[in-house]
């Protein structure tokens, strides 16, 4: 066999082991969870306006779960879609100086998709047994891998408006879209090889005053009764991540075989 063979046989062996190794590498992370959800809107809102974020256990929280698959496609760079589903919750908070009392009361069932780009600026350390030889602390290389996200996307909630009023209770039925840009941070801890436990917090900014159907202006005797600030409202979850191998194709691989 001359060089001219050799060469050729062992680039070709190189292209193939290449290959292999590009579409068996575990780039795509599927994730799902669950969490809570703050909603600052015009209902539950404190007397104090210079407050940037408030909240209220029992009159501004709900409840949310979430799914969604990250693409590690550079370095410390991931593209994801994500999906939301939960409940948007505000309850004006009664005999309580510190906020406004109506008699609202709001809920609604909201569904978010959204793309994020998320940085990872804090990598996890590769482990190492030296240090345990050696007698070291295992905490010397120790980190917690932490990410910075933002992205666009949309959401669409659909409920109701109650006001007790005069020894009834008047309610309405609404639906609702806006365009939402989510900002945040999270965490990520290893549970094992291809599997981490991850804690996310963020904010999503809503391009609407009407999340909670509740705006300034609704009400033509008392335009005044409601402000003109979009709404908001902030998301706390806790993920499990799953590490997926890719198919020949490069498209994410879920079952185990």
């Known amino acids: 066999m001359n060089i001219k063979n050799t060469i050729l046989i062992l680039i070709i062996f190189l292209s193939l082991q ?39 256990f029992f009159n501004t929280i709900g409840y949310a779960g979430n799914a969604g698959l990250k693409y590690n496609f550079k370095g410390r760079q991931y593209i994801r879609a994500s999906l939301f589903l939960g409940q948007l919750y505000a309850e004006d908070v009664a005999n309580d100086p510190n906020y406004y009392y109506r008699g609202y009361r709001m809920s609604s ?30 905490l010397k290389n120790f980190s917690v891998p932490t990410y910075l996200f933002i992205g666009l996307g949309g959401t669409f ?5 109650n006001q007790a009023k005069d020894h009834e209770t008047i309610s309405e039925n609404f639906m609702n879209i806006a ?19 991850n804690l996310e917090a963020g904010i999503r900014i809503a391009f609407s005053d009407k999340l909670d159907y509740a705006w300034k202006g609704k009400n033509p005797l008392s335009p005044n009764e409601f402000g003109s600030y979009l709404d908001q409202y902030q998301t706390l979850t806790i993920n499990v991540i799953h590490k997926l191998r890719s198919n020949k194709k490069g498209l994410p691989k879920f079952k185990k075989r």
Do not use: C, H
């Open 18 to 56: 290449s290959y292999g190794q590009r579409w068996n590498q575990r780039k795509y992370e599927f994730y799902y969870g669950i969490g809570l959800v703050n909603l600052m809107s015009d209902i539950g809102v404190p007397t104090d306006a210079s407050k940037p974020i408030w909240m209220n």
């Open 109 to 138: 069932f909201f569904t978010e998709l959204s793309v994020k780009y998320e940085l990872l600026v804090i990598k996890e350390k590769k482990r190492s047994t030296v240090y345990r030889q050696l007698g070291e602390s295992k």
């Open 157 to 161: 909630n659909t409920g109701s408006l």
């Open 179 to 197: 365009a939402v840009v989510p900002i945040g941070l999270g965490f990520k801890f290893r549970a094992s090889k291809y599997t981490s436990i």
